[in-house]
């Protein structure tokens, strides 16, 4: 009795917040408020309307990893949501979001789908590629993930100068203390798929990279597409002018941490190039 | 049930990071802000305590800009309408983006300028450096310089301040007896002159037109550092434009430079293939004039050695026609009569076989007294019929006469029933 008390309580309060939805605010304080109070049932809608795109699109299974993936761009959609549109007052916020997310659904790829993504490892090298293409911390993180290389290493193999350096070591350290883990919150790994992915690691150190690089390709690949567009693979030579010459100093940092092939193109340009051995192989680390 | 748990775990999770939000928290002081166009990463804006500028300009429409931290948190942004411009504030604190959108059909630009809050310090400084630059003549290209002036003027004006204040306070203290009581100062006011009233007023009014002048001038300079802030903002967007442009020019360059020997020498290959080609045809073309003038010379002579055998045989031929003539000349005179009356008749042949399809048709008139049937006698008589009459005149239609027509007509005027005859009516 008290259950479907509380149940017909729950349901009077959505319709209440929904139809408070639907009416305009005028500014962005009102914005704010209306929306804040409104955030699960945002999350529960944009994530719906994932699952509709996918289940349309022939990519849907049902299971906890495409619940989690759902949830994941519902929450990636609200949030962008509660930046922008803001901005858009006087609105009706309901109508807004769900034309934000009928437009980024409209997008050709609009997320990284790969069935082989949505596995713990899957997901592992996932976020953290998605979280490289909007954070310069994870993006930096990326080369330690990769290849295990520490601020030093990554100075020396991108060929970066003084103040450029002094960035990566803040990256570092802000990566370690938080973004690591914020990442891993977001793509919904547990502490035990964590201990399992590192257990993993050590005891089938090769299969398991293997199997990395299969995966992490396929990340980079979409993801790369976020760089600026004049940002394309490179030859050797020409990535050589570019660190002899010691300009485009974002190409580099942003390109050769998305692309293992460019990587391997580039090994050895950098001011560790006196001391360059054998190309780089991908070796995975999950812990920061 | 354990997995139903972990999605609810998760989804709880989420909404308590994005319920969350501290947006600016995350970021440093001096850390750039990342400047994301349509989602795609174009720049970033180092703001510390000066101002900065982005500017981009693309052939795409900007739909959305997004300002995120180095650790990725998105602290602001706005959507682009699909014409036309739209503005956004982004407060970090007490600092600020500007952002300005502009989408034409030509494509989309933004500016993102960040603004880092004013100190008590920088407001005052700014204020008098205003001052300053309106009474010193501005070069907006000595920006350096006029930075250290602003400076060095500042740090003066405050320390005489400072000293004024000291010494203003030292008097009061040294000499209290001179401090009137409010009620002393308007018993002064009543007892003071004229005079001296007019003067308080006059130095008052001074005093109100130099604080006019101060406003003005204040608000010329800000006018003029706004101009200065616009100009750098050009300078800077011009400087990476520049700057791209010479990574593409390296970038083509080096395009260039891998495939030379395939661009260089296309266009030499191309000329000599050429000429070889041409050589040979104009080979060709000679070796076929050769040939063809070769057989010309060869029937050439062929014709003159038939010719020499015709003029021999045309000798030979004159003379057996030369004793013939000898033997009977009587023969040769009758053979040219027969030859002659030939050639005269073949001309009435002709002109019979071209005209004898069609009627030859003539007019003719009677003489009086002439009757119908004497008339149709003479119609029979020449295998014809009787045409149209008109005025007097007959029509008569014939078959072609083996004469011409001139002659014909003479001879009929010649016939006693014929008054006039003619080809026309």
């Known amino acids: 009795m008290q259950n479907t008390l509380r149940k017909s309580h729950i349901i009077a309060d959505r319709t209440a917040t929904v139809s408070r939805l639907e009416e305009v605010v005028a500014t962005s304080d009102e914005f704010d408020q209306v929306v804040a109070q409104a955030l699960p049932i945002l999350?529960?809608?944009?994530?719906?309307?994932?699952?509709?795109f996918l289940r349309e699109t022939g990519q849907w299974n049902d299971d906890i990893e495409h619940e989690k993936f759902a949830l994941r761009w519902g929450s990636e959609y609200l949030e962008r949501f509660l930046v922008c549109g803001r901005t858009e007052v006087p609105c009706r916020p309901l109508f807004l979001f769900d034309s934000l997310v009928a437009k980024q659904h409209s997008r050709p790829e609009p997320f990284c789908y790969h069935p082989d993504l949505l596995k713990p490892l899957g997901r592992f090298l996932d976020g953290l590629v998605a979280r490289a293409v909007v954070s310069r911390d994870a993006l930096i993180a990326l080369y330690h993930h990769s290849y295990g290389w520490g601020a030093g290493d990554v100075i020396a193999v991108t060929g970066l100068n003084g103040l450029e350096s002094q960035r990566i070591y803040k990256n570092f350290r802000r990566w370690r203390e938080s973004g690591w883990q914020r990442t891993m919150d977001e793509i919904g790994l547990t502490k035990m798929e964590l201990a399992e992915l590192e257990n993993q690691r050590q005891r089938h150190r090769q299969r398991f990279n293997s199997e990395a690089e299969r995966l992490i390709r396929v990340a980079q690949g979409h993801y790369r597409k976020s760089e600026p567009d004049h940002y394309p693979c490179l030859s050797r030579s020409q990535w050589g002018e570019m660190f002899s010459q010691g300009y485009g100093c974002d190409y580099r940092i942003w390109h050769l941490a998305l692309c293992l092939d460019c990587m391997q193109t580039a090994w050895g340009l950098g001011s560790s190039g006196s001391s360059a051995g054998e190309k780089p192989r991908l070796e995975l680390q999950v812990r920061p | 049930m354990g997995q139903e748990e972990d999605l609810e775990l998760y989804r709880l999770q989420l909404l308590e990071s994005m319920s969350e939000r501290p947006s600016h928290s995350g970021r440093g002081l001096l850390d750039p802000i990342q400047v994301y166009v349509n989602e795609r990463r174009v720049g970033e804006l180092r703001g510390a305590e000066i101002e900065a500028t982005l500017n981009i300009h693309g052939v795409d429409h900007i739909e959305t800009v997004q300002l995120r931290t180095e650790d990725g948190r998105l602290l602001g942004g706005l959507v682009a309408p699909e014409s036309g411009f739209r503005?956004?504030?982004?407060?970090?604190?007490?600092?600020?983006?500007?952002?300005?959108?502009?989408n034409t059909v030509q494509g989309?630009?933004?500016?993102?300028?960040?603004?880092?809050?004013?100190s008590f310090w920088t407001r005052t400084r700014s204020l008098l450096a205003d001052i300053v630059d309106r009474w010193r003549s501005r070069r907006p290209d000595a920006v350096m310089a006029y930075g250290f002036r602003t400076v060095a003027f500042t740090q003066a004006l405050l320390a005489i301040a400072v000293?004024?204040?000291?010494?203003?306070?030292?008097?009061?203290?040294?000499?209290?007896?001179?401090?009137?009581?409010?009620?002393?100062q308007a018993e002064v006011l009543r007892t003071a002159s004229i005079g001296e009233i007019e003067q308080l007023a006059k130095q008052l009014r001074e005093l109100r037109s130099m604080q006019t002048k101060v406003g003005e001038a204040l608000q010329s300079q800000e006018k003029g550092m706004t101009l200065l802030h616009q100009t750098m903002a050009r300078l800077s967007s011009t400087q990476e434009s520049v700057a791209s442009s010479v990574v593409m020019v390296k970038e083509e360059m080096e395009k260039r430079q891998e495939s030379p020997e395939r661009e260089t020498d296309r266009p030499t290959q191309f000329p000599a293939g050429k000429g070889l080609v041409d050589q040979e045809q104009f080979e060709v073309a000679i070796h076929g004039l050769a040939a063809d003038n070769e057989r010309l010379s060869k029937q050439i002579a062929g014709l003159e050695e038939h010719n020499r055998m015709l003029t021999a045989k045309l000798q030979t031929a004159i003379a057996h026609v030369a004793k013939a003539v000898e033997q009977n000349p009587e023969r040769v005179v009758a053979r040219e009569a027969d030859l002659s009356r030939k050639h005269q008749l073949v001309p009435v042949a002709d002109s019979r076989q071209s005209t004898q399809g069609q009627p030859f048709l003539f007019w003719v008139t009677f003489s009086e007294g002439t009757t119908q049937e004497s008339?149709?006698?003479w119609v029979n008589g020449m295998k014809g019929h009787k045409g149209a009459q008109n005025e007097g005149w007959q029509e008569v239609q014939i078959l072609p006469p083996p004469v011409p027509p001139d002659l014909f007509l003479e001879q009929i005027r010649g016939e006693k029933i014929i008054k006039e005859a003619r080809l026309n009516h």
């Open chain 2, 87 to 102: 503005t956004n504030r982004v407060g970090l604190s007490a600092d600020m983006v500007e952002l300005c959108v502009h």
């Open chain 2, 163 to 184: 000293v004024g204040l000291v010494a203003d306070r030292v008097m009061i203290w040294m000499a209290p007896e001179h401090i009137i009581a409010p009620t002393v």
């Open chain 2, 108 to 118: 989309g630009s933004l500016s993102a300028v960040f603004i880092p809050a004013p």
């Open chain 2, 375 to 377: 008339i149709d006698q």
């Open chain 1, 43 to 52: 999350l529960d809608r944009a994530a719906g309307y994932t699952k509709r």
